[in-house]
């Protein structure tokens, strides 16, 4: 079955020290893969997608993501977050089937920042 | 500038009432979708269109409907809104493959309450 599993529900991380969300997910076929950031009541934003090619994807926010076929893996990482940076995270999944262009989401990770 | 706007964004409205939730994209996309989002839960879709005539129902049972008069609007309806109805609801749309964009992009949500 297709599926993405965010191991950590909720993490918190210092202001100024690095960051790694962990996603896996489980895709038939070769798979398109995404990070989302949600704030509070707002919808989803695009971070950074991956395709094909370089498997180490740069996003916005300072944000980049590796690709890692023999794991399943595609987790974001930031070497500095900021304050700002506190909000939900999602990873998504998709590839070219029936729907075309239908995405799976993991279930999010909450990302909270201490000072 | 290229956006999409759901509105409203908040609404509390009483059982059996029918509520119309609007989305509108100026992306000139082909395909919209809805999708369903209970805190600390995955987005489910629950509808989507490849454009202009077209409806789908996606993976999570809904009692909505939606359609699709025109491109750029895709409005979903509940004809007697319940208590279980009450969540938050996600508009996106997306380009088809192969024109250059394969990712979703999200409106700011509509926020749900029925008493």
């Known amino acids: 079955a297709q599926s993405v599993t965010q191991p950590d529900i909720h993490i918190t991380v210092s202001e100024g020290a690095s960051l790694e969300l962990r996603c896996n997910y489980s895709y038939g076929a070769t798979p398109y893969l995404f990070w989302y950031v949600q704030s509070p009541g707002q919808g989803l934003q695009l971070l950074l997608k991956y395709f094909s090619g370089d498997t180490l994807v740069q996003g916005i926010k300072g944000f980049e993501a590796e690709f890692k076929r023999s794991q399943s893996s595609f987790n974001l990482r930031k070497p500095s977050v900021h304050w700002s940076d506190a909000a939900e995270y999602f990873c998504a999944v998709g590839g070219q089937g029936q729907a075309g262009t239908a995405l799976i989401f993991g279930k999010g990770t909450t990302l909270s920042v201490s000072s | 500038e290229a956006d999409i706007y759901q509105t409203p964004r908040y609404l509390v409205i009483g059982t059996g009432k029918k509520i119309t939730l609007e989305c509108s994209q100026t992306m000139g996309h082909d395909k919209m979708y809805w999708y369903q989002q209970d805190p600390g839960m995955e987005l489910h879709l629950i509808h989507y269109s490849y454009g202009v005539n077209s409806t789908e129902k996606g993976d999570l049972s809904s009692e909505s409907t939606v359609s699709r008069i025109r491109t750029e609007h895709f409005p979903l309806t509940l004809e007697s809104a319940r208590p279980s109805h009450t969540s938050q609801y996600l508009c996106?749309?997306?380009?088809?493959?192969?024109?250059?964009?394969?990712?979703?992009?999200f409106g700011p949500g509509t926020r749900l309450t029925v008493t």
């Open positions: 996106a749309s997306s380009a088809y493959p192969g024109q250059g964009t394969y990712e979703q992009y």
